[in-house]
């Protein structure tokens, strides 16, 4: 839940209520803006017992869309600096891509039928268990790009970056909010929404035909044959 506050003085902030389990922890939020002043918001007020934080709004409400460009920009300095911060990376969790992949096996297996927002039951039977033998079919060429996450230089990851979730103004950069989901690891967690690299796994793997370039996709399965 998220409200925008207006001081009487016009000043503006953001309140929003974090609901738990959330990986960030205070000490992240309140380093995050010391380091990023022009990208990331501060937390000017907590009530963590009720989760409730209040964030300072660099922006007026009259905000621009903000643009993919000007996002990614934004987010990959971010990135790059953030890589070398210890202070940072040590306030957060460790995002490891080999419990992300035993989450979806078991999302995909149902394991769990309580398990929150388990876009897997969307799904009949026959695509679930299509997607499981997937999974189980590429289980080699799986563990060896998450050996290669895990081989590449930690960093901050937002894991909820999208054009909601950041605001702009002309002449005045892109602020990007709501980093209580961020966790450390390989960059590129937060990227899905952004550009189809995820997309171009599946295709290499089950949709070849997918591919509008044929050098393309002898480049991806050289890759993925590693």
Known sequence: ???????????HAILKQIHQPRRAPLAFLTLLPKHFPHNCVGVIACAPRRGLFMFALAVAPDNLPVSTESLMTAY?????????RADLLTALPTLRPRDIYDMVV???ARSNPDWPGNGFDLLDKDARETIQSALERHAPLIAKLIAVIDASPPTINHTDLR?????ARAGEGCWILDWDDAAKSAPGWSLH???SGCLRVFACLNRPAMYQSQSAR???????AG
Request: net charge negative; no cysteine.
């Open 1 to 11: 839940t998220v409200w925008r506050v207006v001081a009487q003085d016009n000043t």
């Open 76 to 84: 990959g300095q971010i990135q790059s600096k953030a890589a070398s």
């Open 106 to 108: 078991a999302m995909a």
């Open 163 to 167: 054009h909601d979730n950041a605001i």
């Open 193 to 195: 929404s952004q550009f």
């Open 218 to 224: 002898a480049r991806d399965e050289a890759l993925m």
